[in-house]
């Protein structure tokens, strides 16, 4: 098991927003996210991360707690975040952003990194001298991920990927999620709002409501269930 | 009304005409009681009369006026915006051109720098101001590492100054400590304030970590002024020993069996030689602080510092420890600001409460973001201009911090982005690397 969060609470201020999250994710799976704007998507990724940290509840990854674990240490036990809106550094150049999810990293594997990096997004080693803030919304998120990959994650989680992108670079990054994943067994988690696509390239997915989970099953069990189709598939109530 | 006299955008004439409407009949709303309105004396007892003429004449003012501002300010922004429309390619291109004069422009002010006094080296007047000059250039390269670089503002950025100078008051009028002892224990001294400051602050940004900072600096003068036994309060510290050459003290007669620097050098006796002494030991901290400020940049900790600035949170899920980026920021600028304060004191003899004010914090942190937030090389031009403007202005009397003003909002205006806004990548790539993607190709054709 990668990752198990069991009855996981998380507070903003006085705000509950979650309430009792049980999620799993096993080694070489994609496990996707899905559920509507203010239900604790983010927040359960955040907090998964230690920033809010759970307030009750247990984070168990690759069989250590790391429920009281500091954000930074987190990341450094091999979890990257891709966050939402990408985060890019803008006014560093591309190759300074990319440096930078090394931080911790062995330099010695930094070269093969780089090259890996490239060989996946061209376009970033065409513009690495370019400041980031300058590339296109779709070669930003190139970027973030990119910059997560740098640090050769175990998990890698992706938060709203495809947010505010052109339909080109939607497409995109979900086939990037797959070639991640097949090519090279890179377990994902996906936080996403585009439930179609999503539950599409998942093994498994979640669906949260309120600060719950109220449905889970595999990405084709989903992808048919009423619920899900009503809710977040055909853009209407049911 | 409030969009039309802030309007971000460039006007048409009309609604120029309108914009100076409006705020012409401001000034006529409070020119009314102002000008407009005026009580003499008629005999013994007290009478209003109308000066309208008066008034007219000032509405009009302020009228034309404002045109003649908003015209000036959208002519600016629209050549600004014509220069803005060229392809990125030649934007790198143009950025890299900049880098060039800017290091050659440096190396023209280090030459001249070292130049200054021999040229001047019977003018005190000149070499007093390099000298000021050069200690806000320090300070202005020590705030860049809090401000520039790692992005949290900080108002209160003299208290370190001062720290740093009362160190070295205390220690050489108490203890009898050298200028040299004193230097790092004060520089130490200033960095443990600076971590002090850090640690309430941690989680605060932007304005509330302004306030916070603003109000430390004002609590470390309010102490020096209030602990008379240990500050000597609003008198100050006096008769702050100088720095010898390499123990040559600059006296007029040579003490007892030994040398004075005159007499060690043959030379006669002028109170020239301190000043010059004084002003290239500044220039020779102020260069060190550069060499150390830049060294930092390129490595891991100052491109945290400077990630950190663009963004908390992607610096934390990247495995950065954020807690100990900014107390090394803070602690690195503290210590800077310190060694200032240390030659502030050694400079000047004597030290008061008076010279630690907010104004000195608000004209460094002016000095760093007129500069261009995080350029070496801005910091030195905004902090001559700075220095240099009400001196110019003397001639204007009461008139000259209206000068300085004005010169610093026409350069926001032309230059948002502070007069040096362009940032130096850390790495750089070769010039191989750096060759267009169709030249690639015919390489890989090759």
Known sequence: ?238 | MSAIVFARHAMTPTERLRDAGWVAFVGLILGVPLIGLTTVDVGGRLGVETRFGLLLAAVAAVFAGRLLLRWSIDNMRNRKLARDRVSTATAADRAHGAQRVVNVLGWIALGASIALPIVYSDNRYVVDIATTVLIYVMLGWGLNVVVGLAGLLDLGYVAFYAVGAYSYALLSTQYGWGFWEALPVSGALAASFGILLGYPILRLRGDYLAIVTLGFGEIIRVILVNWTEFSGGPNGISSIPRPSFFGLEFTRSAPEGGHSFASFFGLEFSAMHRLIFLYYLILVLALLTHAFVSRLRKLPVGRAWEALREDEIACKAMGMNTTNIKLSAFAIGAMLGGFAGVFFAARQGFISPESFTFTESAIILAIVVLGGMGSQMGVVLAATLLVLIPEFGRNFAEYRMLLFGAAMVLIMVWKPGGLLSHREPTVRLKPLQRSKPAAAGTEVAQ
């Open chain 1, 1 to 238: 098991m990668m990752l198990t969060m069991e009855g996981v609470h998380a507070h903003y201020g006085h705000i509950h927003a979650l309430r009792g999250i049980d999620v799993e994710v096993q080694v070489g799976e994609i496990v996707t996210l899905i559920g509507a704007n203010g239900a604790g998507k983010s927040t359960l990724m955040m907090s998964l991360f230690g920033n809010p940290k759970a307030s009750a509840g247990r984070i168990v990854f690759d069989g250590e707690d790391i429920t009281r674990v500091h954000t930074h240490e987190i990341a450094r036990r091999g979890i990257a975040l891709v966050p939402e809106g990408r985060r890019i550094f803008p006014r560093m150049t591309v190759i300074e952003n990319l440096q930078m999810g090394t931080a911790h990293a062995d330099p010695a594997n930094y070269d093969a990194d780089i090259a890996r990096v490239f060989a996946m997004f061209p376009i970033l080693d065409e513009r690495k001298s370019q400041r980031a803030g300058t590339l296109s919304g779709g070669e930003q998120q190139m970027l973030a991920i990119g910059r997560a990959l740098m640090s050769r994650p175990k998990l890698l989680l992706l938060d709203e990927p495809s947010l505010g992108l052109a339909p080109i670079y939607i497409r995109k990054v979900f086939q990037i999620i797959r070639e991640l994943n097949r090519d090279h067994g890179m377990t994902i988690l996906l936080v996403e709002q585009n439930a179609n696509q999503a539950l599409r390239v998942a093994d498994r997915g979640y669906v949260l409501q309120h600060g719950e989970i109220t449905l889970a099953g595999t990405g084709a069990e989903l992808l048919a269930s009423p619920e899900v189709r009503a809710a977040y598939l055909e853009g209407g109530h049911a």
